[in-house]
């Protein structure tokens, strides 16, 4: 916020369950007060039960980059999906769009059979990709088929082929390293606030109107709170599986992200003062330097 302020800036979400409605406090989505001040883009897009691929993100982004270019102003990318990021700036198998009557059938089959089911049809047309999809992922599972079934190439094929990467822009990655100990501190205090701010009735109202099996309730958060309303989980062991959950997704992420050279990391245990200094003249750096390469 502080950048985008500072530079002129607008912000595109990065961020695969902020693209969803009604999901706000458990994805830290932009409040209203922080959406009037500095304009967001990529959020509130789908219904929690609807599908929302990597290939949907980089197309919409890329229009939202456009756009904020048009307006003479600079876009600050922020979130965590790496996937997201990746398909953003280089590219990424789009494939066909998605059939209606196709996957219904296919979804029939998961519910009647179990996805095990269309796991082994999977298995028998893409071998490769069978070996990658969990048997559970039954959202991948049929994708993976779909495009088989429409283009008659398996989607490792697809995947394999040039990507057309983001023209037009330069870019500069900035991370916030933080030492483990202050890092999962800060993620329980966060899933703390999540609890105080009321994720319980949010996922309430979400199971009002949404299967118990859509995208919402896969998420971390969403996913424990919904089997406290299961009795699957007392309350204060919802809240720990929140805080344990989000401390190994960090770890996840955080191998993503040390392995991509391009990140300029900055020192988050240096104080919120001098953070801020220092993303400031990294990003003014940067764009005098874009300025003098035209």
Known sequence: MHLARMFDGEIVSCDALQVYRGMD??????????????PHHM?????????FSAGDYQRLARQALDGIRRRGRIPFVVGGTGLYLRALL???????GRRKELRERMQK?????KAASLHRILLRADPISAGRISVADTARIIRALEVYFLTG???SWWHNQPAQ??????????????????????INARANAMFERGLIEEVRKLLDKFPRDCNAFKAIGYRQVSDYFANKLGFEQTIEEVQRQSRRYAKRQLTWFRADPEIVWLDGASGETSLTLEASAAVHTFIESSRLHG
């Open 90 to 96: 280089l590219g990424l198998f789009e494939g066909p």
């Open 109 to 113: 089959i998961s519910r009647s059979r």
């Open 165 to 186: 990467r983001l023209a037009g822009f330069r870019w500069l990655k900035l991370g916030i390293h933080w030492p483990r100990e202050l890092l999962y501190q800060r």
């Open 153 to 155: 190439k398996p989607i």
């Open 43 to 51: 959020l509130d897009l789908q219904d929690p039960g609807e599908d």
């Open 25 to 38: 406090i458990g994805t830290a989505k932009a409040t209203p007060s922080e959406r009037q001040a500095v």
